[in-house]
């Protein structure tokens, strides 16, 4: 539903944040582009290219790009939070002490758990803002491919089909293709919980497995993924569409997954410190990581390759070992 009088901000700078303003602005949309960092937002300003996050794509003279958050949302028909999802809490107590807009549509675009209460992205929203009209989207969506046009997928959900539709007309361009779906907790769940076996498949890559051991931990993790999802409400078909086998393929082969990455360099010997310290993206697995792990334990459901992880990042277990082990684990029909 392409009007010049629909105004957007998207809350938070990174890749996807930016790539989404991008998005919004080619179709036509009056966007701004809010970041926390008042010295890098100037940076963007001038230099009208994301070096950080997003280096090669310039960011049309258009957006307007601002450190003041009560500009940025101000009579804004759609906010997009970009933020992640450890920091998302600390971002919309700021939002709540300003004026901001009750009847907007709001939208998140976070993958994660919070690790304090192990709650989804939209769930901590609602805790704070109330009785928003609120959606979620997620799935496949490299940021880098997104910019340059590339075909891509995505599904926004939301409980609310009217709003779930409205914003498909939002963001759909022939390069960018959504899909709608009621299932919020699914959709959530799906594309937060890909992020622990995309860590498990760069640590296999790291340690020079094949692509035998790959495909096992894809099939694998995507059942452990579906049992938890389950359990905490979600429906299983959910997972075997984009925001789950969908995301998960992607990030766990593409050669921009953060986390993939933190699997890979874990892999080869460095400790997560060191990555850590190297490391100017966020990558939503570790935290994720240890939310899932105490996810399985209070929904009491089997997560092997989740549990591995776990103890690869947060107890200092040897890669060599989490593969003995689940190698060795008790057999069981599929």
Known sequence: ???????????????????????????????????????????????????????????????????????????????????PSQYMRKVLKKFKKINYPHKSMYLSVAKGIEMASLKRMSEVIHEELGNIKLAVLSGPTIAHEVAQALP???????????????????????????????????????????NIVAIACGISDGLGFGTNAKAALLSR????????GQAMGAKVKTFSGISGLGDLVTTCISPYSRNRFVGE?????????????????????IPTTKSAYELSLKYHVEMPITKEVYYVLYKNKSPLKTVEDLMAREKKEE
């Open 152 to 194: 891509t997928t995505a599904v926004i959900a939301s409980y609310d089909k009217g709003l779930r539709k409205y914003l498909q007309n939002i963001f759909m361009t022939q390069s960018f293709r959504i899909y709608t779906n009621e299932d919020v907790i699914g959709v959530e769940l799906g594309g937060s919980l890909k």
């Open 1 to 83: 539903m392409k009007t010049p009088k629909f105004n957007i901000a998207v809350l938070g700078d990174g890749g996807w944040g930016t790539t989404l303003a991008i998005l919004l602005q080619r179709r036509g949309f009056s966007v701004a582009l809010w970041g926390a960092f008042p010295d890098y937002v100037a940076y963007l300003g001038k230099k009208r290219v994301n070096t950080r996050f997003l280096p090669d794509v310039n960011i049309p003279k258009e957006i307007e790009i601002t450190p003041n958050l009560e500009d940025a949302i101000r009579n804004k028909d759609l906010i997009i939070f970009a933020i």
């Open 221 to 228: 993790g995507l059942a452990e993924i579906s049992r938890l």
């Open 265 to 285: 360099r874990i892999g080869k010997g460095k400790s997560l410190s060191q990555i850590k310290s190297h490391m100017r993206m966020v990558a939503e697995g």
